[in-house]
């Protein structure tokens, strides 16, 4: 057999498998399908969503959480962590997503410890961003530097301080 027949056929067969090995997932994308699955087995819902941070647009991962079917909350407002702590922020690097929806007065003084607890525990490196709808509560996250019970802790802890 001729030198060059085989080199052809290795050539022929390497053509055809390598797309197919191209076509699997990265490590980080097979880590990143099972973080959102087992978010949702645990009945949290994951969405894309952009956030307008002082170093540009960025899209990240939102976990949320629904309210009970009987609480709906009469609020609809998101916190940004900002680049830099101003005295003009809501607190410290923490501030409104847009200024015409804040939360109502009742609820500040919670958002201040709850944002206090996040600096304190280090969680603010990978949670950019909290969000309070009627509906849901949600968390913009990196998706990385901590596990996802924390995130269902922190959302259901979120969820129950503001079904009250």
Not at 85 to 92: E, M
Request: proline share 3%; charged share 20%; hydrophobic share 45%.
């Amino acid at each position: 057999m001729n030198i060059w027949v085989l080199v052809i056929i290795v050539g022929v067969i390497a053509m055809v498998v390598g797309p197919i090995f191209m076509l699997q997932p990265s490590a980080r994308d097979r880590r990143l399908s099972q973080l959102r699955q087992t978010a949702a087995q645990k009945g949290m819902s994951v969405r894309l969503g952009s956030l307008a941070l002082t170093s540009g647009k960025r899209t990240l991962a939102v976990y949320s959480l629904a309210m009970p079917k009987s609480t709906q909350l009469q609020v609809n407002f998101s916190l940004i962590q900002q680049g830099f702590i101003h005295d003009l922020h809501f607190n410290q690097q923490w501030d409104w997503a847009n200024k015409k929806q804040i939360a109502p007065a009742k609820y500040q003084r919670v958002l201040f410890a709850l944002l206090d607890q996040l600096d304190v525990d280090n969680l603010n490196k990978h949670i950019l961003g909290l969000e309070f709808t009627p509906t849901s509560v949600g968390v913009y996250w990196d998706e990385r530097g901590m596990e996802i019970e924390k995130i269902e802790e922190l959302l259901c802890s979120y969820r129950d301080i503001f079904a009250q």
